[in-house]
Every structure is written in C-alpha cells, then in structure tokens.
C-alpha cells in the first residue's frame, strides 16, 4: 500500500532480492558452478494532486540480473536411450548437471524504467499525458562447441559474445470528454523514438584436426586439444 503524506501527496517503495552462490550444474573441465545466479530491483513511485482535479504519478524503476544461459540447463540422452534416441542415436551424451562447459555460458541485464501520468480535468474536458523511457543493456557469452554435432568440433575452443542496448522514449496526449454528456469522444496524438544495438562476435581457438589417440569426444580433454592447436 501507498504511504499517505498530508492530504495531496503519497509514496510507494518496493524491490526484491534473490542470489544463489550454489547449485547444482557444474562444468567437468574447470569445476566451475554453472547455475548461480543474481538478480534484485527497486521501484519507487510517487502520487500527486496539486490542485483539485489534477493527478500526477511518477515512477522510477531499476533491475539487475546476472543469470545462466539457457543451454547450461540442456542435455544429450545416452545413446539408444529408447524411444527418444534410439532410432537416431546422436553419438554422445552430455549429462544432465555436469557440462563440458570451459567458457562462462551467461548473461547480464540491467533495466531501468521511468514514467510520468498526468491528468487534469478542465471541466468539460479530460487532459491526459503519459511521458515514459525505458533502457535495457544486457551482455551475454557463451560456449557454443559444447553441444556441436561432430567430436572435433565439440572439441575446440568456440565462445560466443553478444551485446545488447535498447531504449524507448514515448509520450502520449489526449483529449476526452468527461462522460457526462450525450457523446463521448477521445482524440490524441502519440510519438515513440526506439533505438536498439545488437552486436554478436563469435571468438574460437581451432585445431585443424583431433590430436593422435583422440577419436571421440569422450576420449580428449580441453587442454590436450588446446595444447596441440
């Protein structure tokens, strides 16, 4: 609920909170835990009426999120695992909670939102105004060899990185009549300015084939792939 403060103003706070430094995935090459995660926000929000017949609300609002990539969660069934990988056997398996993960598979994103509502009624007629900006930056890196088709490639050192910037500035008028007539009519005008980056680079360290006595995936570790690029 809103904290009243006098008659003509109240203030509203909230946020959340949530870290997991524990969990359950975890890569088979550096030990790292794949599942932790971060993320808590805060809004705040005040409410105003200056005069009778005019309301304002404004709004401030920030997030933070440091969380796993969706494929830390994936997996390959065993081979002949009947009936979901039977008939066509995929040739490894990755289990479940431990991953052939060497690069941090994760992504970050910070959203901050502001908002102004004003409304005044002028008797016959209802002004409203809605102001609004909104920007979202978020990162994200992955190991992308982990889930590759063939044994070399599962092999090499593949990371992907992207970036995001997103922002949006809106404002919004309008026009109404107040419903006491016998018509009621509404007109407006709304203008929004949308400006996004998204930049994505792939980084691999690659041999040109499998060291001598690596012939499957499960026989090759990391380091010796790595060493012999």
Known sequence: PALPIGERIAVRIGGFGERQDDGFYRSTIT??????ERRWGVRGQVALRP???????????????????????EFVLPVDDA????????????DRFAKPINAPSRFTRKIETYRADLSFDLGPVVFESITGYRQ??????????TFAVGAVQRQ??????GSE??????QDVRFSSNGTGPVTWLVGAEYTKVDSV?????????PDTLPAGCTA????TLPVIQAAA
């Not at 920030?62 to 969660?73: A, K």
């Not at 998204?198 to 690659?206: D, E």
């Open 31 to 36: 030990g790292e835990i794949l599942d932790r």
């Open 51 to 73: 005069v009778d017949g005019m309301t304002i609300n404004l709004l401030a609002e920030h997030s933070d999120e440091d969380s796993p990539r969706p494929d830390v969660f």
């Open 83 to 94: 009936p979901y990988n039977g008939a066509t056997p995929s040739g490894f398996f990755i």
């Open 136 to 145: 979202r930056v978020a990162t994200s890196q992955a190991d992308v060899d």
């Open 156 to 161: 090499l050192d593949a990371r992907t990185a």
């Open 165 to 170: 910037t997103f922002k949006r500035l809106f």
């Open 198 to 206: 998204l930049p994505t680079t792939t980084t691999a360290i690659v």
């Open 217 to 220: 995936a499960i026989a090759c």
